[in-house]
Antibody
Framework: EVQLVESGGGLVQPGGSLRLSCEASGFTFSSYWMSWVRQAPGKGLERVASINQDGSEKYYVGSVKGRFTISRDNAKKSLYLQMNSLRAEDTAVYYC???????????WGQGTRVTVSS | ENVLTQSPGTLSLSPGERATLSCRASQSVSSSSLAWYQQKPGQTPRLLIYGASSRATGIPDRFSGSGSGTDFTLTISRLEPEDFAVYYCQQYGSSPYTFGQGTKLEIK
């Protein structure tokens, strides 16, 4: 059974940093692109960042470029999102998701909540 | 960026009825790279349809997807109580991948 378990969310002040983690199990982690997708309160879904199988290719949505860094450790079957210079508009539930079939998010974690507020 | 517009914003129907949800793209979606997701309150999104019309693993056959180019449809043939949720379309034919704003399917 595919499982994705996120951790690391919390309350942080504007300008602060957080590191999100996602631990994967039930599939060959090193064979898949992985992504972070976020959902602001009462809003829709937005792909934040993606990373390919060996970490050599990365994608970021424009609003987080230069502030967020996606990475992975295939030996630990883990995905990470380092978030710096956080803004109020980064407040959201952040989901770890597996990318399959060319761009479909076929499995999602339960999400971790990030709140940026003073 | 390929903007996806879903309609209606809210759809009020009764169990047993047929639901038709629309997703319109601002540009043609290449290779019918269009997916649908279901999200129930407080839950994680679940993949329903990919490639515009292929059901994901374990999805009941009352869910079907159709369309091509810029116009896509998700149809739920006979609504079950557990189908009332928010539905999102997503295109993955061009970067950046984009989601629609969602259609809320509520019980009438």
């Amino acid at each position: 059974e595919v499982q994705l378990v996120e951790s690391g969310g919390g309350l942080v002040q504007p300008g602060g940093s957080l590191r999100l983690s996602c631990e994967a199990s039930g599939f060959t982690f090193s064979s898949y692109w992985m992504s972070w997708v976020r959902q602001a309160p009462g809003k829709g879904l937005e792909r934040v960042a993606s990373i390919n199988q060996d970490g050599s290719e990365k994608y970021y949505v424009g609003s987080v470029k230069g502030r967020f860094t996606i990475s992975r450790d295939n030996a630990k079957k883990s995905l990470y999102l380092q978030m710096n210079s956080l803004r109020a508009e980064d407040t959201a539930v952040y989901y770890c998701a597996r990318l399959a079939s060319g761009g479909v998010f076929d499995y999602w974690g339960q999400g971790t909540r990030v709140t940026v507020s003073s | 960026e390929n903007v996806l517009t879903q309609s209606p914003g809210t759809l009020s129907l009764s169990p047993g009825e047929r639901a038709t949800l629309s997703c319109r793209a601002s540009q043609s979606v290449s290779s019918s790279s269009l997916a649908w997701y279901q999200q129930k309150p407080g839950q994680t999104p679940r993949l329903l349809i990919y490639g515009a019309s292929s059901r994901a693993t374990g999805i009941p056959d009352r869910f079907s997807g159709s369309g091509s180019g810029t116009d896509f449809t998700l149809t739920i043939s006979r609504l079950e109580p557990e189908d009332f949720a928010v539905y999102y379309c997503q295109q993955y034919g061009s970067s950046p991948y984009t989601f629609g704003q969602g259609t809320k399917l509520e019980i009438k």
